[in-house]
């Protein structure tokens, strides 16, 4: 395409294991490291975080780069910032490009916010003048006017990252890259950093935007790219490329074993080992029509005495929306003292949620909300198109809740 800023053609990253974290960037590490190995020649196992990866990007496009821990979208991202090499293959970005990748990179920690925004318009290629010119923007959008002669190292995380996306926006880049950095910051500044993304991109000017937030994605981006261990599985409409990402994931509408569920976060202090759906006659199911009634049964264990818990159950739609997420609290429940294996149950009655495929999220906690155990997307179910509240055939674009009204003539 004549009109493509970003050009990626058969691009591959390959990283040895056990060298990753091996320092021998100095004269001392490289001769500590020779002197530790034997007069064998160790193999290292590959990995290719990338694999003859190719796609292209047209000029003020917004595009979500989905997929799950470990598929090669932050590999990609650096590349494209020129953070690290590829094995083989090319990368082609026309214009300049601002990124905001990782906690703690791209600023100096000793320099306070305001020297590190002139700091990055330099690196930028920007002329003083034209920083200044966003200067009080920048500070503005970051809610940092209190804390700009302050060192960075001494900034939270969420001050971090406030400050760093609204350089990485404001500074005029003709590409920018976004990684999910921006789940650091908080629900409100998540929601403004998205509408700058779209004000961004109605300027004329290229987003890469990765997010395991589908409903991020599909509200912000027009196109999607699908990465799976290294490869592009799909690229096209964020609709399509979400749906397929979400039908692809290893979920299922059995009982699910949760003791090895990978994708996971929390302390570990109590986790959940299994969870199952049941219809109203307690039988495992995974279709209800509208109106219809359900039971997530979860089993939890914990490693220690807790006195009580908290506990949610979160339901999201095909397009990776939250719909609702139901807490331990909503329905007057305390769970105090649990044994070391509990069994636990929450029922949703006359459900009204359109035809389309839900997927459940378990989440608990102590009283100060520091997460035990999260397990997203764990187990799924179908609303079918029917029942007796049905009369007309009801498209899912058409709403998220369903209802019933009393219809009066006067």
């Known amino acids: 395409m004549s009109n493509a800023i970003i050009k990626v053609d058969n ?22 490291s020779l002197l530790k190995r034997d007069s064998r020649i160790k193999e290292f196992e590959t990995i290719w975080a990338l694999k003859n990866v190719s796609f292209e990007v047209k000029e ?11 598929a090669g979208k932050s590999t990609l991202l650096k590349i494209l910032s020129r953070i690290t090499k590829p094995t083989k293959g090319k990368a082609f970005i026309n214009g300049r490009v601002s990124s ?14 305001g020297e590190n925004i002139f700091l990055n318009g330099s690196i930028l290629g920007m002329r003083k003048r034209e920083i200044n010119k966003k200067f009080d923007e920048i500070v503005s959008f970051a809610e940092i006017e209190k804390f700009l002669d302050t060192p960075v190292k001494r900034y939270s995380s969420g001050m971090y990252v406030r400050l760093a996306f609204a350089v990485a926006a404001h500074l005029d880049p003709e590409v920018l890259l976004v990684d999910e950095v921006l789940a650091v910051g908080d629900v409100a500044f998540q929601k403004k950093c ?23 994605i599909s509200q912000l981006c027009q196109k999607a790219l699908l990465l799976d261990q290294g490869q592009k599985i799909a690229q096209g409409v964020s609709a399509e490329v979400i749906k397929k ?15 090895n569920w990978k994708v996971r976060t929390g302390s570990g202090v109590a986790i959940f080992k299994s969870v199952s759906i049941l219809n109203s006659g307690g039988e495992i199911a995974d279709k209800f029509f509208i109106g219809d009634s359900l039971r997530v049964c979860f089993e939890i264990e914990t490693q220690k005495k807790i006195n009580e818990i908290r506990i949610a159950v979160g339901v999201r739609d095909s397009m990776g929306s939250n719909i609702f997420l139901a807490a331990d609290v909503d329905g007057n429940f305390r769970f105090d003292s649990p044994k070391k294996v509990e069994e636990l149950e929450i029922e949703f009655q006359n459900l009204r949620l359109y035809p389309d495929t839900y997927y459940v999220t378990l989440w608990m906690a102590d009283l100060s909300y520091q997460a035990f155990d999260k397990v997203e997307d ?33």
């Not at 905001?100 to 916010?113: I, K, N």
């Not at 987003?207 to 589908?214: A, K, Q, R, T, Y």
Request: with cysteine; charged share 20%.
């Open 194 to 216: 998205l509408g700058k993304m779209g004000d961004v991109s109605k300027e004329g000017r290229t987003v890469l935007f990765v997010s395991h937030n589908m409903g991020a």
């Open 100 to 113: 905001l990748l990782e906690v703690g990179t791209g600023f100096h920690p000793e320099l306070t916010g």
């Open 245 to 259: 990402y979400l039908s692809d994931k290893n979920v299922n509408s059995e009982m699910v074993d949760l003791s």
């Open 11 to 32: 691009l591959s990253k390959r990283y040895h294991l056990g060298e990753l974290h091996q320092r021998t960037n100095s004269f001392r590490d490289r001769i500590t």
């Open 378 to 410: 764990c187990i799924k179910f179908d609303i079918l198109n029917g029942g007796p509240l049905v009369m007309r055939p009801l498209p899912r674009a058409q709403g998220v809740i369903f209802t019933s009204p009393i219809w009066t003539r006067k």
């Open 60 to 70: 003020g496009e917004i595009i979500g780069i989905i997929g799950r821990n470990g």
